[in-house]
C-alpha cells in the first residue's frame, strides 16, 4: 500500500517560476526522501530529511518536515524546461521506502 | 561507476507465457531491491535482500513471483504464468545501508 500521497497531481509552470509539491504521511518515520523520474526513466534520488530536521536546502531545491502533522513539501525555485518530471516522496521506516502515487510537473519554456 | 543495470528495457508477452528480468546492482551494494510500478502510481516493493537472503518479501505474490539473488550480486525476478495485471514497470534498486539507487526498469506488457 502506498504511504505517502503528493499533492497536487500534477502541476504546470513556466520557466523561472516556483513549484511546490506536498506530500503526507501515515506512520512514524525515520527519514522522508523526495526522488525525480523523467519519462520513461528510473527514479533520481533528490534529497533526503531526517525525521528530527525540519528543513534542508539543495541547490535549488528545499524540502521541508513536519512530523507533527505527518507531512513534507519540496519547492523548485527558478524551474527550468528541464525540471519537467514526476516528483515522488517516499517514507522510510527501519528499512522500507514506501512511495506515493507522485506529482507530475510540466515546467514549458 | 556504472549505475545499476536492468535488462531487457523493454518486454511484451502474451498472457501464460512466463518472463524473466535481470538486474546487476551497483558494485558493493549488498542490498537489493525489486519494485512494481503500475501506470500513475509510485513504485510498490515487491522483494528486499541482504546480501543472498530474502529479508522482506510479504508483498511478492508467490503463487506467480519469485526471484532469487545468487552469490549476493546478480538478481532475477521471474512470472510464470504471466496475466495482463502483470503489465507494469520492473525497477531493480541497490543500496549499501543508505540511499537506495535506481536501475532505468523493464517495462513489462502482457497482452
Known amino acids: 500500500s502506498q504511504q505517502g500521497e503528493e499533492d497536487p497531481q500534477a502541476l504546470s509552470i513556466q520557466e523561472g517560476e516556483n513549484a511546490t509539491m506536498n506530500c503526507s504521511y501515515k506512520t512514524s518515520i525515520n527519514n522522508l526522501q523526495w526522488y525525480r523520474q523523467n519519462s520513461g526513466r528510473g527514479l533520481v534520488h533528490l534529497i533526503l530529511i531526517r525525521s528530527n530536521e525540519r528543513e534542508k536546502h539543495s541547490g535549488r531545491l528545499r524540502v521541508t518536515l513536519d512530523t507533527s502533522k505527518k507531512s513534507s513539501s519540496l519547492l523548485i525555485t527558478a524551474s527550468r524546461a528541464a525540471d519537467t518530471a514526476s516528483y515522488f516522496c517516499a517514507a522510510q521506516g527501519y528499512s522500507t521506502l514506501t512511495f506515493g502515487k507522485g506529482t507530475m510537473l510540466l515546467v514549458s519554456p | 561507476e556504472a549505475g545499476v543495470v536492468q535488462s531487457p528495457r523493454y518486454k511484451i508477452i502474451e498472457k501464460k507465457q512466463p518472463v524473466a528480468f535481470w538486474c546487476n546492482p551497483i558494485s558493493g551494494h549488498n542490498t537489493l531491491y525489486w519494485y512494481r510500478q503500475n501506470l500513475g502510481q509510485g513504485p510498490e516493493l515487491l522483494i528486499r535482500?541482504?546480501?543472498?537472503?530474502?529479508?522482506?518479501d510479504s508483498q511478492l505474490p508467490k503463487d506467480r513471483f519469485s526471484a532469487e539473488r545468487l552469490k549476493g550480486v546478480d538478481s532475477t525476478l521471474k512470472i510464470q504464468p504471466a496475466e495482463l495485471g502483470d503489465s507494469a514497470v520492473y525497477l531493480c534498486a541497490s543500496s549499501l545501508g543508505g540511499t537506495q539507487y535506481f536501475g532505468p526498469g523493464t517495462r513489462l506488457l502482457v497482452l
Open positions: 535482500y541482504e546480501n543472498e537472503e530474502a529479508v522482506d
